[in-house]
């Protein structure tokens, strides 16, 4: 044996050996598991023995949905998510910028919520932050990614300072007199980048590492992972993909990562399926895994598409990214050619949307065990749950946002919708594939908080959010393991602790079936291990 | 949609629609789940529409071990399976003889078992055969297929006649004057068909449609079936290849057929895996599945290998078909290339023996997601199933060998360590994959009987042997639906009703949960639909 992890309280997911003391792993493969007398006993000189002292052992943990390159960048970038004020987010773009000037750089900051500021609640403009960072090009992005506030000098440079409403496809607001106010709009937020040059493979494969070090430190064991065009929109591609190949195959990526392929628009998806065969494997963690489509935007920005109007902004329709005619389009060139496919939808118009167009290609070409799904499934009504559970959708939730989300949805869209949104119990209960993610940058891909909410559907202002649409601690587990392995067709090589599987374990310094779901938040990781090498150790 | 199926009692062992009425199909995929009106709304001109009448529907029937050429030669052969005394099964053979007078042809038996008997409960010899066939070749297989009896003439044909005890491998028996008395044992029951030349591509496909059509007349819409090296060995295997891809490509097979591919030396597996890639799919329904080896022989005829002696005969010990050595060496080739491997096994001798190969490979090359499994797994103890457990093994049971093998299990064994074999409710327990088969044409493979023992332990006596080591109604189904498609790979694109499957149904004319058990038995096919075409329909 190559490793033997003994004298721990082992969860295995696994019915034969529910719950084990010790773990041998050789070659990265689960070879033993059972007491410590029984596995100590295939060790040989060579095996290294690693003394849990106890800690609690778990599968390795999932995150089904994050964007690892954008974590990264936020970690390189200004971290605003702290923020509690406007005064406090622009005093820190601010010394930003000071530290930028006379560089070419740019301040950028990462991660704003105004809805989370006692002083204002309002986006800030162009001039809010002309006003702290005078002409050194600033930028800051909400937390959500569908909205992002440049200052003058960088929406000169980007050469956005001459549009106007009406005369552009730029997704732009406006001040009274005409002019842009600064502030952009989904897709056109991604633009931003395109005044960067792409990074090349090497400097690709730093800034994963950057991400992928630190999603290892949370006690995950793999993402799926929503990178292409985000980086350098239309341009980034080819760059990120060989970063990933090169990667995996030399075993410098300490998690293993699904792609999921995002494509902006129709020619793009035909060329990429043309040149990458569908759920190719590139060494032992990197997997080209799925086609994702955006569906709609956020609910905080009240870009999510709703079949009613927003109950607080009944101006607001919500933007669907793609037509009805487009979205099959796209559709249909990913699931002919054996893709499946994820698609971000919010709201209860665009999953309609979208469940539409996966009927339609379905029908036109029906095929086996495709695994489309749809990320996020927030906003929907029993009738259109039941018709997810008809067309065998997989659902990509995102528990942690309801500490937020529960503070806006029931302004947003009424209670009687809110009521039946975000229910995880039903679609439990009505045997969906449901895995869990944080939509990382969004909100931290911590899991043990993302199981906390899933848990207590916990709300920022400290009450439940209907917490009878909660799921139990098992569940909740289940959701950032096996489930994930399921969704990338990946089961019978990992999501349990099982003989014969990769030796993908997150250790924890507390059983946390045993304690209050409130001690998730007090949990602490002590290793993730992956293909049975740690990848993170607590200091 | 193709087809509609309405008015029906569908039990789709999915947990989202447990029960439903109506299921619709296209290009064999299921589309849609629900109640009469919500699918028949599916309809369009073209649909055809299917009234169940009431009919009980599930998941497509798998049968997990069998060997569909040898039940094509039997359909072809004289079946003396029934004969009740050694007198009848003579005159079975005499008339098939007379027949062949004349001709080329030999007088071909198959089926019979002496225990069976009520005059005599000995293998017959060649001067038993040469008093009701003559000159005429002749030869009568035992159900089990470890063991034959050919007259003088097919002896001398063969070439076996001067054989003489210690000075030939063949596995023979003698009289006591030292000639052989005509039976033949284990591989050298296989030497008779090398006699006949091989069937060409086309003769094989007609051959391997009338094993396919009597299949799906049971229910099955799919088996798992080891065929190579058993029509006419070390020479049948390109032809027989040839004709499953051929008849998968053109859609002319009507089930599905996972060749179990059948290897009997080292430098055989060597050449098979060079080319033959793993689990290569050819068509829609035929697919190159595992490796599949020999353990050892049959308990009734003594050629199983127990770790301790027969307690009925302590002079037999059972006859390894490979020493452990050359098993490993065998193991290593069909594991490094990827290859799940299967092994017939019914003695705990042989049995240990292939849990030390397995572990053995495994642990030179550890590697994840193998399924490798043991075919039989009668003979074992709470220890060797425990074992079983801790390696990750699949269990291809056969509940129907309940009916004879209670008769002889206990006699052979001992009445301790029959207690603890064939306990398929401990291997459940413990969360064991456990496939259903028959081995056909060792038992007929009618699903429906077979899980009427895996329910009742019912003996040929009239009496339940050991009844606490059943299985329920539903425990039974799924060890013939989604076990069967576990083991393959294949759970994720059939093994139950659930849309975006294939359209793999069995049609009853009973609701075989509501009913008593004993019910199995009266409970008739109705349909056998395959990817959404019905392949078998009862006059």
Known sequence: MD??????????????????????????????????????????????????????????????????????????????????????????????????????????????????????????????????????????????????????????????????????DLKLRYFEDGTPNGVLCEDTVRLVEQYFPVPTVEEMKKLILIGANYIASKGLTGVHSDDLNLVVPEKDMPVIMQAYKELSESDELPIKVWQQCRMLTLPMIEEFVKENPAKAKYGKKFTVSDIKIMGDGSLGAHTAVLRGKYANAPEDVGIP???????????????????PIVVHCIGDGALEMVMDGYELVQNENPKANMHHGIIHCQIMDEPLQDRFVKQNLLAYAQPVFCRYDSQIVDDCVGSELAKTSYNWRRFIDMGVHMMGGSDCPVEDCDPLANMYYAVTRMGADGKPWYPENGITMEEALNMFTYECAYASFAEGETGTITIGKYADFTVLDKNIMENDPAELLNTKVLMTIVNGKTVYEAK
């Not at 309280?9 to 029984?38: F, L, P, R």
């Not at 994050?66 to 970690?75: A, C, D, E, P, V």
């Not at 990214?321 to 893709?339: I, K, P, S, T, W």
């Open 321 to 339: 990214l793609h037509d009805q005619e487009e979205l099959n389009a796209m559709f249909r060139v990913a699931h002919n050619a054996g893709y």
């Open 3 to 168: 490793r033997i992890f003994y004298n721990g309280q082992i969860k295995t997911m696994e019915k034969s050996y529910h719950m084990v003391s010790a773990v041998a792993v050789k070659n990265g493969v689960i070879m033993a598991c059972g007491s410590d007398e029984e596995v100590k006993a295939l060790a040989t000189p060579e095996t290294e023995m690693v003394d849990l002292k106890g800690a609690f052992m778990i599968p390795g943990l999932v995150d089904s949905h994050m964007h690892l390159l954008l974590l990264s960048n936020k970690i390189r970038r200004t971290d605003i998510s702290k923020a509690k004020t406007f005064k406090e987010c622009m005093e820190i773009m601010g010394k930003a910028a000071a530290e930028k000037k006379g560089t070419d750089g740019w301040a950028m900051g990462i991660g704003f919520n105004q809805d989370d500021w006692s002083d204002s609640t309002a986006v800030p403009s162009r001039k809010d932050l002309d006003e702290v960072c005078g002409d050194v090009p600033a930028y800051i992005e909400r937390c959500c990614g569908h909205i992002a506030t440049c200052n003058t000098k960088a929406m000169e440079l980007l050469g956005m300072m001459d549009a106007r409403e009406g005369e552009t």
